[in-house]
């Protein structure tokens, strides 16, 4: 049986200690990086999926970078698809700044997968792809830190409206719709008319029946 006169799991006056340390570390050695919170209104359920996400609100939180040696990951390196880079990295994060910085004003418990850290040092942002609560397992009986590891965010269109300009902007010269493709396509390359030759084709596409390829043979 546990002996009585020791108790080492709930003691509260030493987890607040721990707990202050762990904050005052990572504002000592930390760096201030904004969570960007991911809009689920258009989550698909069946395919846990989102058709359109869009990033309203960010919350600026220290965190500590815990890979101090460089990113982590395949890193940079040349496939058939052209130049990937694949860098990842691990943040640590206090609870307790979480629920003051981010959760009370997002209405969130816990930082989620698919959320997004905008990493002020390179100007890049990273996608969380993993959440670990026990990264150090419950010192005097509580936990103080999540660890957040991250991989570099591929961007695909998704909206960014949270109202910091360095956020919103940085995907700008990346954004593409089928109206500017056809326009840009057009401006570098004057053989590269696409709708002169789709007006072209149709004036010599044989529909009829004689022709061994038209749709009434099918």
């Not at 003691?11 to 340390?21: F, G």
């Not at 600026?60 to 990951?73: L, P, R």
Request: proline share 2%.
């Amino acid at each position: 049986m546990k002996n009585f006169y020791f108790e080492n799991f709930q003691n509260s006056m030493e987890q607040t200690l721990i707990e202050d340390l762990v904050i005052e570390s990572i504002r000592i050695y930390g760096i201030d990086t904004w969570y960007v919170v991911r809009n689920r209104s258009n989550h698909d359920d069946i395919l846990n999926e989102d058709d359109l996400p869009t990033f309203e609100e960010a919350y600026q939180a220290e965190m500590y970078v815990k890979n101090v040696e460089g990113f982590e990951g395949e890193g940079d390196f040349l496939s058939k698809f052209g130049l990937q880079i694949r860098d990842s990295m691990t943040m640590t994060l206090a609870i307790r700044v979480f629920d003051q910085n981010v959760g009370h004003y997002a209405n969130l418990s816990r930082p989620r997968e698919g959320d997004l850290l905008y990493f002020p040092l390179n100007g890049k942002i990273f996608e969380i792809m993993h959440v670990e609560h026990e990264s150090v397992f419950y010192q005097m009986g509580s936990l103080q830190m999540y660890d957040l590891r991250c991989e570099l965010f591929e961007f695909s269109n998704e909206r960014f409206d949270t109202g910091v300009l360095e956020i919103d902007t940085l995907f700008d010269k990346y954004e593409t719709t089928a109206a500017t493709t056809i326009d840009e396509l057009e401006r570098i390359d004057s053989i590269a008319d696409n709708q002169t030759t789709e007006t072209f084709a149709d004036n010599i596409i044989d529909f009829s029946e004689t022709n061994p390829f038209g749709e009434d043979n099918f």
